[in-house]
């Protein structure tokens, strides 16, 4: 309606001024050019997202007009991806004031119940700043990226760390489901975004939640992200039976795909990438793709007994003394919180890296239980803290230990369910993103897996250890961006017969 308006305004004033327009003149075209253009500032809105993760809140003040033009969907898409990642937007047309009118420089101020001297205002546009000065506002001009980063880090003190982390999805602020799998067993998901599906796949001792900076992120590149809790963790069904939690039941039951979609990209880690590999293998037609965060793939070896092979390696002691039902439910529920903060903590900066292999002087972990020798009030887990800690006790308060470990005790089940494979390649595309300082799947495991997956990528992160998500998960996002936007294209779906 504006750009109609506007143009029979133009036609109007040029014929009684004498002038003649061309015949391609368009001022809703001029517009679409502008808008086609137009790039988002990455490192601003980075900058951005560093400030607010320090405690800042942080808001857009826009002067935009109703988009009912066709290419709205745009608009639509932009405004929804800064509404999840900024405190406030304001969108001069709802609003009703625009700048450099103060009124919307008031409205922002009492919507985010800051103080005139509270805050840093910028804008490309001298004219909007001069009345947010004579409000008490500090204000930056923009003028090239460089120099707006370095004033923005001086007014603020921040910007300094070497990889800001990226937004982190809320519980509270995402969408929650369930999905049967039998009458009477349930699992319950998070999914955020549209597009192709990505499935997310957790592992030990751990949630949906661990996802939590891949989902926004994932989502904002364009792809529908469905983060399952694994069977027998927080809100989905835990059944008592050990062999409900053997690698062929979690495959069969059905595939980790909720809402009957028939085929995904599936990431895994830790038993998640257990999972994923098995799909892989023996549900090859509802596997797009494949990629697996630190866990290996081997082939079962019929050769070498399974649990005489483990035992082999120290480094897996800890999965013997999960045998025996109910003796690690009994250490590891005493105190929840302890047992997190103790296993999940990061490799950078922290002292005692999960699972006792990362102490110097650890004893035989059979001598006594997982946690013996660690405090009893360990300092806060750098990646797992606050709120996100306190979800995480929550949803162990009600599934308790047993589900997540009867995982491990399955162990002849899932090796005689394996023979039965273990001559078949993985086909699809496939991710294996190895870390450096992970003890127990040490990226040496992943060697010659190139024999089994002809199209395997690799990518590996140094400076990581075995919680890849919550540790590096900026690095991570990139890996797993570029890799998915690298997928082929979905083959089209044949057209099925009615007989």
Known sequence: QLFSEMEEGCRQHASASGIALPPTFSVGRAFEEMAAKGMVNAPLLQAARVLRRNGFKTGILTNNWVDDSAGRLFTATLMNLLHRHFDLVIESCRLGAQKPDPEIYTYALDALQAKPQEVILLDDIGENLKPAREMGMATILVRDTETVLKELEELSGLLTQEEPLPTACDPSNVTHGYVPIRPGVQLHFVEM?????????????????????????????????????????????????????????????????????????????????????????????????????????????????????????????????????????????????????????????????????????????????????????????????????????????????????????????????????????????????????????????????????????REHIEECGHWTQMERPAALNRILVTWLEGLPPSTPQPKISRL
């Open 193 to 457: 975004g549209h597009g192709p599906v990505i499935c997310l796949c957790h592992g030990f001792p751990e949630s949906w939640l661990s996802w939590r900076y891949q989902i926004p992120a994932l989502a904002d590149a364009g792809f529908r992200v469905i983060a399952l809790e694994m069977k027998g963790y927080g809100e989905s069904t835990a059944p008592p039976d050990i062999e409900e939690y053997s690698q062929e039941q979690i495959c069969k039951d059905p595939p980790p795909s909720p809402q009957g979609i028939p085929q995904t990209v599936l990431v895994g880690h830790d038993w998640g990438g257990a999972v994923v590999w098995n799909m892989a293998v023996f549900y090859p037609e509802r596997v797009r793709a494949v990629a697996s965060l630190n866990t290996p793939y081997r082939p079962a070896d019929p050769a070498v007994d399974i649990v005489e092979k483990t035992k082999a390696h120290p480094v897996f002691d800890y999965q013997f003394y999960f045998q025996e039902p109910g003796v690690a439910e009994a250490e590891l529920e005493k105190d929840i919180g302890r047992t997190l903060k103790v296993l999940i903590r990061s490799t950078r900066q922290e002292v005692g890296v999960g699972l006792r292999v990362d102490l110097d002087n650890a004893a035989p972990l059979l001598a006594g239980g997982l946690l013996v020798g660690f405090p009893e009030d360990p300092p806060a887990s750098q990646i797992l803290h606050g709120s996100e800690l306190e979800y995480y006790v929550q949803r162990y308060e009600k599934s308790g230990f047993r589900g997540p470990l009867n995982w491990y005790r399955n162990m002849r089940r899932n090796w005689s369910w394996a023979l039965s494979a273990k001559d078949r390649k993985i086909t699809m595309p496939a991710l294996i993103v190895t870390a450096g300082k992970d003890k127990v799947l040490r990226p040496s495991m992943t060697k010659g897996m190139e024999e089994w997956i002809p199209q395997l990528h």
